[in-house]
Each structure stands twice: as C-alpha cells, then as structure tokens.
C-alpha cells in the first residue's frame, strides 16, 4: 500500500477487506483509508498516538489511554481490523476479544482483580473513592461466584458477556 498518501489499488482494497474478515464493505474500506490519510498528518503510514487523540471522541473516552496503547502506530491494515469489533457485522465473540485486551493491560492473558479495579478507576473518575471501587468489584464477582484471587481468561470473559447485546457499532460514512 505504500506511503499513506497513495491511491489504493483494488487489490489493496481486497487485501484489507481479507485481512478484516470482510467486516467492511469495499466502499467503507475506502472511506476509513481517507480517513487513515486525515489522521496520519505527516504521510508516514502509521498513525501515532498524538494523532489519534486529535479525533475528539477518542480522546473524550475514559478508556483512550487503555486504547492508545492498542492503536499506537497502527499501519492502514492493522487500523481496519482494530475499527472491524465495532462493525455492525462483528460477531459478540470478536467484540469481547476487544473488550477483553483492554482490560488485559499487562497482556498477558489474564484480567485479574486489579485490571477490573483499573478499569473502573478510569470509568468512574473521581466519583468513587478507591474504596468504594475496592468494595463494589469484590461484591459483583462474590455474586458471580468469584473472589478477589479470581483471574479470568478470555473464554470467562466469553462465558459471562457471551449473551449480552453488546453495542459497539460505529457508522462508517461512505461518500
């Protein structure tokens, strides 16, 4: 694909949407290469953290520093398959990959106690005190059978948001 500036090719294009599981379609593939070039400013064919968090939605989230660690350098075809969990065609189980690494921020596999209690830290901000973080996670994996030890995997955290809806769909606008 060359530098972020060049055209894509209709073999580029067939080449992202295999390396996507074909989540998006052929013109949305075009639509987030344009917006690929926006964000890479200096043309160098990966976007950089600075340049991610110049999309005031990204940079709003509470998770975006969690995110950023995902995302940072991402060349086009790794940008299109990190954006595919939030096409309305991802399977749950692909969305739950994606919830699972942001909260694996050692990624080693696991999610412990602390990783959630991280999470929740950055959700909540300053409206809970670590405390309070400390007593309601302790109290929701009691009920689901868990303790403070528990680490999970990926297959638990299928098995506890596998019959969720989750909503993560982002609308990709083609022209």
């Known amino acids: 694909m060359g530098s972020a ?7 580029d294009i067939e080449e992202v949407q295999e390396h996507c599981n074909k989540l998006f379609s052929q013109q949305e593939i075009v639509s987030l290469y344009e917006r690929f070039c926006q964000l890479d400013r200096n043309a160098k064919g990966f976007i950089s953290a600075d340049e ?4 005031p939605e990204f940079a709003m989230n509470p998770l975006s520093q969690r995110l950023l660690k995902m995302v940072d350098g ?9 954006l595919s969990a ?5 399977s749950l189980k692909q969305k739950i990959e994606l919830i699972f690494k942001v909260y694996d921020s050692d990624y080693n596999g696991k999610v412990a106690f602390n990783d959630i209690l991280e999470v929740l830290k950055d959700l909540t ?17 009691l ?5 403070r030890e528990s680490s999970f995997c990926l297959a638990d955290f299928v098995k506890v948001l596998g019959n ?12």
């Open 74 to 82: 991402l060349n086009f075809k790794d940008f299109v398959a990190f």
């Open 125 to 141: 901000g300053s409206f809970m005190t670590d405390k309070q973080r400390e007593q309601v996670l302790s109290h929701v994996l």
């Open 52 to 55: 991610f968090l110049s999309v």
């Open 143 to 147: 009920e689901a059978g868990y303790t």
């Open 86 to 90: 939030f096409s309305a065609k991802a």
């Open 5 to 11: 500036s060049s055209m894509l090719t209709q073999y």
């Open 164 to 175: 969720s809806s989750i909503k993560m769909d982002v609308e990709i606008p083609v022209d």
